[in-house]
């Protein structure tokens, strides 16, 4: 690995990582990222192909027969924190720091990651292919994001999903899943005390929850949760026992669990009606002794259970969330990445591979 080649990547990667913060890209509306990134790959005369707003590219010696790694991190953004200083979309570095709407999250680890994929392109008789995507909607995880361009990638054997992680490794990750609940009861008067209050009986399983514990704790992700974090009733009149009350639960799932384990312990014992808006977001893990796993920690990166979710909930196949930048900056005020963050992450994404390519 020259270093004038990884100084020319990183350049490059800054540079286009400037140009992303420059140009809006809220979930939903990445048209203007996506046209970018196609820009790019079309300079460097790069075949790419764009399915929605995702964007993707193959190694330039792929061969179907072989495995395919996957490097993928998304180029949509959450809308700026409302305690924002400076300009979101002004990409500015000072003190070794590029600020902007989406440089942490996950602006330097796409750029890193594109660049990876260029270190690769060329190379002949690798072992394995390398397949890069961009993908959207990511922040939402919506369905025209990663579900949508996986088909369009081949047969993918394993990935890396670029996060900010300070490119330690997480090898497992929490599901999500977010259940609607109604309580129901009957309207009366309350000064008669009739009826029956829906909110007492919402009560009365919120409080089942709050006191309720999982027995499987995962050595990397700890403990199953259920949160209450929304509540309401539609009733406007103090003196109406209400008919009817609505909560929601926001559901954290350890690898230990799956999520129709968690729906039969809330069939069990809530009075509530309950339903979940989705059970896409499950969670994951990669084998402590997959490949990628063992030359990350013959390199000295630490590994980790992650509490937040990402693109790598709906890959069919085992992955690595790992990237430049710190998970703590993400979606606060005055966002930045270090641009000494990207160059480490080119370079620690390229050691990592060439153990296994």
Known sequence: MANQDISQLHTEAVELLKQLIATP????????????????????????????????????????????VLLNSHHDTVKPNAKY????????VEDGKLFGLGSNDAGGCLVSLIATFLYYYEKENL????????????????????????????????????????????????????IDCIAQGKAGHAARKEGINALYIAMDDINWIRNYKFDKVSP???????????????????????????????????????FDEILGELKENLKSQFKPRTTRMKSTSIPMDHPLVKAGIELGRGYYGSPTTSDKALMPFPALKMGPGDSARSHTADEYVYVD?????????IQLLNKIL
């Open 127 to 178: 072992s394995h292919n390398v397949v890069f995507a961009a993908s959207a909607e990511e922040e939402i995880s919506g369905v025209n994001g990663i579900e949508l361009v996986l088909p369009y990638l081949g047969n993918i054997n394993f990935g890396i999903v670029g996060e900010p992680t300070k490119m330690d490794m997480a090898v497992a990750e929490r599901g999500l899943m977010v």
């Open 341 to 349: 963050e990207i160059k480490g992450g080119i370079e620690l994404y």
């Open 25 to 68: 890209s809220f979930s939903k509306e990445e048209n203007e990222t996506a046209e970018i990134l196609i820009h790019f790959f079309a300079q460097k005369g790069i075949e790419h192909f764009r399915v929605g707003n995702n964007v993707y590219a193959k190694n330039k010696f792929y061969d179907a027969a072989k495995p395919s």
């Open 220 to 258: 990397l992700l700890g403990e199953s949760m259920l949160t209450v974090t929304v509540i309401g009733t539609e009733n406007q009149q103090h003196n109406v026992v209400p008919p009817q009350c609505k909560f929601v639960i926001d559901v954290r799932v350890n690898e230990l669990y799956t």
């Open 85 to 92: 200083t400076r300009d979101p979309f002004e990409p500015v």
